[in-house]
């Protein structure tokens, strides 16, 4: 079945660590994008890539970083310059360019111990 | 500037019971809105699709509108089940003018039903 996987579902942090998010695709979507999602807030985009070797920054790109070094994989590091990481963190892709809606990954649960 | 906006921010009924969830947007220019379930720790999934020209379309007990004049959309969620509790997620599609589209998320509706 075609789908994207988020691991793991749930990820513990000690403060001044830098934590690494996967994502990865089968649905041969060339754009993919990581969310924040905060309690009671919507959605937060903090990096898309519409492209292999290209990615941008979103709203919330502050102590985060991507690659994009295949189509299938967007993984996202959650670095120690983010003072707050604590949050449920979603990977979504789409078929561009046309006007696909999102596939949404199952989510990651980041802690900060 | 283009916003979404949901109403109710929360909403419990009982099981068996009918609701309605809002959505307003000012997204311009417009190209189509999704209404999205979210279950607690999951993934938003799709539940309808709505273009311009589409004024309803059902997603068996759920069933969207459009009034694209107003810019208003409706989630109607009839006999209501247990299964339904979850946040509802309007997501309004626009064209930019690179000719990519750019996506604006409500906040949520946050459903409990109770049985």
């Known amino acids: 079945d075609g789908g994207i996987t988020q691991s793991p579902k749930y990820l513990f942090r000690k403060e001044g660590q830098n934590v690494t998010l996967s994502c990865e695709q089968n649905?041969?979507?060339?754009?993919m994008y990581w969310y924040r999602q905060d309690p009671g807030q919507g959605l937060r985009l903090i990096y898309y890539?519409?492209?292999?070797?290209?990615?941008q920054k979103g709203d919330i790109a502050e102590g985060y970083s991507v690659s994009r070094e295949k189509k299938e994989s967007f993984p996202l590091t959650v670095t120690s310059a983010q003072k707050n990481p604590t949050a449920f963190y979603l990977c979504?892709?789409?078929?561009?360019?046309?006007?696909?809606?999102?596939?949404f990954g199952s989510g990651t649960r980041l802690t900060v111990v | 500037k283009n916003q979404v906006e949901q109403s109710p921010q929360s909403l419990i009924i009982l099981e068996g019971k009918n609701c309605t969830l809002q959505?307003?947007?000012?997204?311009?220019?417009?190209?189509?809105l999704r209404w999205y379930k979210q279950d607690t720790g999951r993934g938003p999934v799709s539940l309808t699709i709505m273009t311009f020209s589409e004024n309803t379309k059902s997603n068996g007990r759920y069933t969207a509108t459009l009034d694209a004049d107003t810019k208003q959309s409706s989630l109607h969620i009839t006999a209501s089940q247990l299964s339904d509790s979850a946040s509802y997620i309007c997501v309004v599609s626009g064209r930019t003018t690179s000719g990519t589209y750019k996506y604006i998320f409500g906040t949520g509706t946050r459903l409990k039903v109770l049985a």
């Open positions: 979504a892709s789409r078929g561009a360019p046309r006007d696909y809606g999102y596939t």
């Open positions: 959505c307003n947007y000012t997204v311009s220019p417009f190209s189509n």
């Open positions: 890539s519409q492209i292999v070797n290209d990615f």
């Open positions: 649905l041969n979507h060339d754009a």
